[in-house]
């Protein structure tokens, strides 16, 4: 089974989109779940979650009952997953249920592999996106991509798969925001994990407002590379001891 986490918060007007287009590409292909984990939402977007055909079915709603935030809601989605696999995706439909169809497609292919990543810039498959978030975004995954000596550049691409039994290895994690779409990969990458990069489709969102704001962001995701790059020595270190 995959189990797709997707946070909200106001989403009422994006939502039903969101569900309907997954359902109709992944239904009778294969067996997945999709896990919303709603931020106290003061909209309708329960509302038009619950009216779904397919709610109680194979969409699942859960409140995120503990410190609100983007990347404690994942956390929460993780709990109640029951799938193997796992994928984030944004409930704006920015990421594409297609390209989720090919994440898993590669990973059920190789047991070899714990996760992909998708990598929006590899052909340039971006609609709408911001201009100075473009330039911080290419410069901080390329200092990102120099640092850790690898040949990915997409860390903060939220749209990845992970199996599961990877994600719970890894923990814990500390990211109450945005900032866990860096520390999944990053822990991912200096743990030694296996990952196949494959490109996706990204578009800039249709209704409401990002909640991603930039100078706390920068400050936040700095924060968290820091943090990953002490627990790589302390991960290596261990390595070597047992070793």
């Not at 609609?127 to 040949?151: A, Q, S, W």
């Not at 994600?167 to 990458?189: A, D, Q, R």
Request: proline share 3%; net charge positive; glycine share 4%.
């Amino acid at each position: 089974m995959l189990s797709i986490i997707i946070p909200t918060f106001q989403e009422e007007k994006s939502i039903e989109k969101t569900l309907n287009s997954i359902c109709s590409v992944l239904k009778n292909k294969i067996v997945f779940e999709i896990i919303i984990i709603d931020d106290k939402s003061k909209d309708e977007t329960f509302a038009v979650i619950s009216n779904h055909p397919e709610y109680n079915k194979t969409i699942f709603f859960y409140l995120n009952d503990s410190k609100p935030g983007f990347g404690n809601s994942i956390v929460k989605g993780v709990y109640f997953s029951k799938g193997t696999y796992i994928t984030i995706m944004m409930a704006d439909l920015s990421d594409s249920p297609q390209d989720l169809l090919k994440y898993y497609n590669v990973i059920v292919s190789d047991k070899s592999i714990d996760c992909v990543f998708g990598d929006r810039w590899v052909k340039n498959s971006i609609k709408n996106y911001p201009i100075l978030k473009r330039i911080i975004n290419r410069t901080g995954n390329n200092f990102l991509k120099r640092i850790l000596k690898t040949d990915y550049s997409d860390f903060t691409n939220s749209f990845k798969l992970y199996k599961k039994e990877s994600i719970l290895m890894i923990e814990p994690i500390i990211s109450n925001h945005f900032s866990i779409t860096l520390e999944l990969p990053l822990k991912m990458i200096t743990r030694g994990f296996n990952y196949v990069v494959i490109p996706n489709k990204w578009e800039n969102r249709e209704h409401g407002i990002s909640n991603m704001k930039i100078l706390n962001s920068i400050f936040t995701y700095s924060l968290i590379t820091i943090y990953c790059l002490i627990d790589k020595y302390f991960w290596n270190k261990r390595y070597v001891n047992k070793t």
